[in-house]
């Protein structure tokens, strides 16, 4: 017997912890879109950055993907601080994952 968290396990975690912090999040296809909206502050932009890999690790990869987004080492960094608002995106996410959360927020 495995004790490896369901897809529904996960989903309620990711969608716990988004809540705490203060995320949103979109379930699409393949790709978990996280946001987070925050006063256009170096000191508040950090925060964000320091939370979301933790937030898009957490659904696992079944597929080549990757992680990108307004994050700290790119120059989106500098739009998301303008805009007050930090995206963070991840590819080849698990479909029975993301498909939890989009029946999570259909409840």
Do not use: H
């Not at 080549?64 to 080492?73: P, V």
């Not at 989106?76 to 927020?105: M, P, Q, Y």
Request: one cysteine or more; glycine letters at 8%.
């Amino acid at each position: 017997m495995s004790n490896k968290p369901s897809a529904k396990e996960i989903a309620l975690e990711i969608q716990a912890i988004c809540k705490s912090l203060g995320w949103t999040y979109e379930a699409r296809e393949t790709i978990l879109v996280i946001r987070k909206s925050f006063d256009s502050t170096k000191e508040s932009f950090v925060i964000a950055d320091s939370e979301y890999y933790g937030i898009l690790s957490l659904i696992p990869s079944t597929s080549a993907g990757s992680i990108w987004g307004t994050t700290g080492d790119t120059v989106g960094a500098l739009a998301a601080i303008k805009s007050g608002t930090f995206e963070a995106k991840k590819s080849g996410c698990s479909k029975r994952v993301l498909n939890a959360l989009n029946k999570l927020d259909t409840i």
